[in-house]
């Protein structure tokens, strides 16, 4: 351990995790009675990741009234969820209601720390008859096309079969292209089809109007349906554009995504507020949509995300937490559409943030960041980003980026070890793992 490097550190400054209850007192009370809590993740396949923000989140529902669970998922197999855990569904257990996530990466919902949080939330909403007090699971994404539009038309046909036939028709558009959107943008690019662009807005405007002529209908539950196709019929709008514009390599598929899904939590913040007063909502998504892109060199190339666009909405009534990990195992992929590895995470780079975390004098600690934050950690540094893939023979370029933690966050969680989150569907090359004389030893 390097002494002049941990003195940069002052006593307080780090805030130790211990694994006990009382591990996210401090970080209640810095939330305080903000609405708004966004909880990141360094990766998309660390365990420790998925289960500290269970933790926090199980108490912000029991201490601090948060009713709404909104995750960096596709919302028809979120609305499944959604469903167990409302106990409106016939599915038997957890790993039932999980199945509707098949399209990669499965593991980042398909897994084991993902059945404990769904279970528990069940078991909370139980001991709960008022609806007000349960707490749902939704879905912000929009890689869902296909889904969406069977789940639009599924629902007219309960309510107006007429309807429902317009809405196959008006998406028969997509009938080209049976495999998910990205097929369809590039149908579009190469001039092999014509957009469907009028017809989702055409099915749009016709789905609002069917939720104005609906919304007289009673009961709560009935316009939780309403909703959801409804924000099945903005997602196939959204998402059209989306993959659209994914080919053009530019910044502006990110930027619609993360519009989308910023557009999301203010439509289900909406209907939950015009039923039960002020929601409070957690937010489950990668630290980078969840850190305010503004303080990064993505946002210096145009880059807007939904940490951003929440603080720009709702200011001082946000929270945002990103989490950090030096070293450990993850599981990922090589490659987009392979299958899921448990892979090495090499140690972090020279002039990192998580360098700088990894020879303080705790493997696990809380740090206050905004005006609270060290001195030492004013000055911009590397962080590490590992989405659903992760190729360390590229470390530099492929994870890292330039950023300001303090104003990209409010707080920051640091596990310095980290272990690989375990699939449900476990295979062979994962029981494996990464062979340690795979592992790069060189920058």
């Known amino acids: 351990m390097t002494s002049s490097i941990v003195e940069v550190f002052q006593p307080g400054d780090l805030i130790a995790l211990d694994g006990g209850d009382h591990d996210y007192d401090e970080l209640l009370d810095l939330i305080g009675e903000r609405r708004f809590v966004l909880l990141g993740e360094a990766s998309h396949g660390s365990h420790e990741f998925y289960r500290e923000r269970s933790r926090i989140t199980q108490r912000l529902i029991e201490e601090r009234g948060f009713t709404v669970v909104a995750a960096e998922a596709d919302w028809p197999d979120a609305s499944r969820v959604n469903s167990y855990v409302m106990g409106r569904s016939d599915d038997p257990d957890a790993r039932a ?24 939330l069940r078991a909370h909403n139980q001991e709960h008859i008022d609806e007000q007090f349960k707490a749902g699971f939704y879905g912000l994404d929009l890689y869902s096309l296909h889904a969406s539009m069977e789940a639009v038309i599924t629902y007219l ?10 809405a196959r028709e008006r998406y028969s558009c997509f009938d080209h292209v049976r495999a998910e959107g990205a097929e369809y943008g590039r149908a579009v690019t190469l001039d092999h089809m014509v957009p469907c662009e009028d017809v989702v807005v055409a099915q749009l405007v016709a789905m609002q109007k069917k939720t104005a002529e609906l919304l007289a209908r009673d009961g709560w539950t009935a316009e939780e349906r309403l909703f959801s196709a409804s924000q099945n019929a903005r997602l196939v709008h959204n998402a059209e554009r989306y993959y659209r514009t994914m080919y053009s390599g530019s910044v502006s598929s990110w930027n ?10 203010a439509h289900l913040v909406e209907h939950h507020d015009r039923h039960f007063g002020p929601t409070k909502v957690v937010v489950w998504a990668h630290n980078s949509h969840v850190g305010d892109a503004r303080s990064t060199e ?3 190339a145009g880059e807007l995300n939904v940490g951003q666009l929440v603080r720009t909405a709702w200011g001082e009534d946000s929270f945002l937490i990103g989490f950090t990990t030096d070293h450990g195992r993850v599981t990922a992929a090589s490659n987009w559409g392979e299958p899921a590895e448990r892979k090495h995470v090499r140690p972090a780079l020279r002039g990192s943030y998580e360098e700088l975390f990894h020879l303080a004098q705790h493997d696990r600690f809380l740090i206050r960041l905004g005006d609270q934050a060290p001195v030492t950690l004013e000055r911009e540094r590397l962080e590490r980003a590992i989405g659903v893939i992760y ?19 409010d707080a920051v969680i640091h596990i310095d070890h980290t272990t690989a989150v375990e699939p449900l569907e476990r295979t062979a090359i994962w029981d494996t793992g990464e062979p340690p004389e795979t592992y790069p030893s060189g920058l």
């Open 298 to 300: 993505l946002g210096s």
């Open 256 to 265: 619609l995504r993360d519009q989308h899904m910023a557009e999301t939590l």
């Open 97 to 120: 209601a999980l199945e509707g996530f098949e399209r990669f990466p499965s593991w980042m919902w398909r897994n084991k720390d993902i059945v404990e949080f769904v279970e528990w």
């Open 157 to 166: 046909h309960s309510v107006d079969p007429e309807a429902a036939s317009e």
């Open 391 to 409: 190729r360390p023979e590229t470390e530099r370029r492929s994870h890292w980026f330039s950023a300001h933690l303090p104003s990209q966050f």
